[in-house]
């Protein structure tokens, strides 16, 4: 297969573009003179973000619907209409084989166009809940990559395919790295170490849990590694005069973090949720309430029900984390347990099976 040309378009988290930079590199890796190009919403992460990963990207003047009414919706038609105009123009010039959409506002456009063009598109799905962009594009896609089960409620049960979500491959042996993670992050091997994850940004009320909750999580023999996020280091960053206790704004060695953590807090964001079960430990989930379609909750619930985590909502954290933490510490049983659900839910071939569904769409 000679001069294979892929167009991918993922965007506006880091949830939408990791996956997507995955995909790339896996084809990159199958095809090495194979060209990718990404398309993103201007001025969003991704136009940072996939430059850094080594593609070229061009970006779409396009964004979201706000929830209240304000200038942006009333320009939403238009931004949409130029979008898919411009999406053309692209697909016409550079002549994509497939053309892959991991979510996120400019994908939209760019599948719809691709679709209309009749170039095979593949939609990969991170969400128990699919956003709205996917839901729209899901008719004419050929294949969509999904990561939970009961998607055939949202999507055509035919075109949908079980592959899980992209995740880093060096969480796989992460067993192995016990010891250098002890000595990375100067912990004391004899105590058990919790991690809590706020995403990169941060989260909140998670930090405001923490911070009421120090004391009682130390006081059973603890140690803790708390990323509070960057919107938050400065107000948080004083805790790290107590010993025990290391509060950065993020982690860049997180195959090591893994490997030192014991139980793990965080948010429930699809990439997230997808490593945790590659990882293998015992989770409490606590999903932020503040995004689309409460995707998190319902990501969350997809574990817990399968008894592969703990879900504690926001709203129920004064009244039952302290309780419900106590309990999972003094049960070594049921941190086994939960590990072992929760890995048994991986899926770590995720990214190979996404581009073999790709591979296919080729005309031969």
Sequence with gaps: ME???FIISGGGTGGHIYPAIAIADELKFRFPDCEILFVGAKDKMEMQKVPQAGYPIEGLWISGLQRKMTLQNILFPIKVLDSILKAKKIIKKFKPNVVIGTGGFASGPLLKAAAGMKIPTVIQEQNSYPGITNKWLSKDAKVICVAYENLDRFFPKDKIVMTGNPVRQDLIFIDENTEDAVTYFALDASKKTLLVLGGSLGARRINQLMA???????????????????????????????PNVKVVSFIDRMDLVYAAADIIISRAGASSVSELCLVGKPVIFIPSPNVAEDHQTKNAKAIADKKGAILIKET????????????????????QKLGKKIKKLAKPNATQDIVQQIIKLIKK
Excluded at 217 to 239: P, T
Excluded at 321 to 328: C, H, N, P, R, V
């Design 212 to 242: 009421k909750e120090l004391q009682s999580i130390l006081a059973l023999d603890m140690q803790i590694i708390w990323q509070c996020g960057k919107l938050y280091f400065e107000e948080y960053s004083h805790f790290n005069e107590i």
């Design 316 to 335: 129920d954290l004064d009244n039952q984390f302290l309780e419900t933490f106590s309990k999972l510490i003094s049960t070594t049983k049921k941190q």
């Design 3 to 5: 001069n294979l040309k």
